[in-house]
């Protein structure tokens, strides 16, 4: 469009746009003027008015286009992919951590057990023995209440019971005057008397054995009770 064809802008408006306040003759000449003079420039510049010198819209930027640069950024970011590699590491660390733990419960465990089960084995192991030797103990026991257990023989034999009693804690048990005990006494013979108040052992008849706190024989015993 030529120079003639283009638009004469005018500004006859008696309210200013900007305040709303009533222009005077002088002020409405002013901006008349002043329109014209932003019109002529346009002209001249070769783009109406409002428009960019250059006759195109104004550049904004490609926000979609940013942000995939900024994605693209965050995904290539060597400090990102460490910190993420870190935390990865740090959790398989731990879950090592909870592994080993576990695993160190588990033998501590085992080895309570094994040293529980070496123990009960090597008791019944003695109590196995004392079984056996029971019946050779009661002729011990048999052969010294008359007299029979004298000489080198006596000296063996205080030597066995001495070894069976410090080494195995073997005890013999038994004696008149205990209370009867069905829990370590067995009875075989039983009397009432008026001399006695409770259930009492008045004769032993073969003495009781017991290894620790359990009984391998009870002691076989006469017993009384009040009348």
């Not at 070769?46 to 940013?66: F, K, M, N, R, V």
Request: proline share 5%; charged share 30%.
């Amino acid at each position: 469009m030529s120079d003639a064809e283009q638009p004469v802008i005018r500004d006859k408006r008696r309210l200013d746009p900007t305040t709303g306040e009533l222009r005077t003759a002088e002020e409405v000449a002013a901006a008349d003027a002043a329109a014209t003079a932003a019109a002529e420039r346009a002209a001249e510049a070769g783009a109406l008015p409002g428009e960019e010198p250059d006759g195109g819209a104004s550049e904004t930027p490609d926000l979609a286009s940013a942000g995939a640069a900024s994605g693209a950024t965050d995904a290539d970011d060597p400090v990102a992919a460490a910190k993420a590699e870190a935390a990865d590491l740090q959790d398989q660390l731990a879950r090592a951590k909870a592994d080993l733990y576990n695993l160190d419960q588990r033998f501590n465990q085992f080895v309570k057990r094994s040293r529980v089960e070496v123990q009960a084995e090597k008791l019944r192991g003695v109590e196995s023995v004392v079984e056996a030797l029971v019946p050779v103990l009661d002729d011990v026991d048999a052969a010294r209440a008359h007299g029979g257990l004298e000489g080198p023989l006596a000296a063996v034999v205080e030597k066995l019971e001495s070894t069976l009693t410090t080494r195995f804690e073997v005890e013999r048990f038994g004696a008149v005057g205990e209370e009867f005990d069905p829990n370590v006494h067995e009875a075989l013979m039983h009397a009432a008397s008026d001399e006695v108040e409770s259930e009492t052992v008045t004769q032993v008849l073969q003495p009781g054995y017991r290894v620790g706190e359990r009984v391998v024989r009870p002691a076989r015993v006469a017993v009384t009770g009040p009348q």
